[in-house]
């Protein structure tokens, strides 16, 4: 009887990595199980033994995406809030795929493909532990999403290129920095 292929870790890596640039570039509707393999030097059955269809693939992309944002966020969580800034534009500007399709919705047009409410959560802990010593106990999660939109916002404008010309990135991003601090100083 012929033994089960096994597949490593880094193909798998391999996969999340060429969906989240294949999707970034086509969108979901548009790419194939086939494209993807084809792309990462494997079969179709590989896809199919790791993560049991398109579906859970696209979920695992997320889930992959939200995971690896949140190390970073967590490996950066000892220096505080401004820190925590400075790590989500990093993280977002070396993962600009990845960032793309965990925020920019395209997922969410397939249908079964909502990543687990736990991985997400676990990517914002950080910032919420790091704003709970800044702001009143039932204004943290507020205060959390304020601190989000704000990076958010100048990281999607600085990626997209969609802002007026901007000389200087760098020194738009200090000024949202700075912005949130004043936001909520330390108690």
């Known amino acids: 009887m012929a033994r089960p292929v096994s597949y490593d870790d880094a193909l798998r890596d391999r996969l999340l990595d060429v969906t989240a640039e294949m999707v970034d570039a086509k969108g979901p509707e548009r790419i194939s199980l086939r494209d993807i393999a084809q792309s990462a030097g494997t079969s179709t059955s590989a896809v199919y033994s790791l993560f049991g269809g398109k579906a859970q693939l696209l ?40 960032y793309r399709l965990m925020f920019g919705g395209a997922i969410t047009t397939v249908e079964d493909c909502a990543p687990d409410a736990a991985t997400t959560s676990t990517a914002m802990a950080p910032l919420v532990r790091a704003l709970a010593a800044r702001v009143p106990e039932g204004q943290v999660m507020a205060a959390a999403v304020t601190v989000w939109a704000q990076v958010h916002g100048a990281v999607s404008l600085e990626l997209a290129g969609v802002a007026p010309e901007v000389p200087d990135w760098d020194a738009v991003y200090d000024a949202v920095v700075d912005a949130v601090e004043r936001s909520f100083p330390r108690a």
């Open 59 to 98: 979920v695992a992309v997320i889930e992959h995406g939200f995971a690896s944002f949140g190390a970073a966020q967590a490996a950066t969580e000892p220096e505080g809030l401004r820190a925590l800034g400075y790590a989500y534009r990093g993280w977002a500007k070396a993962n600009p795929a990845l």
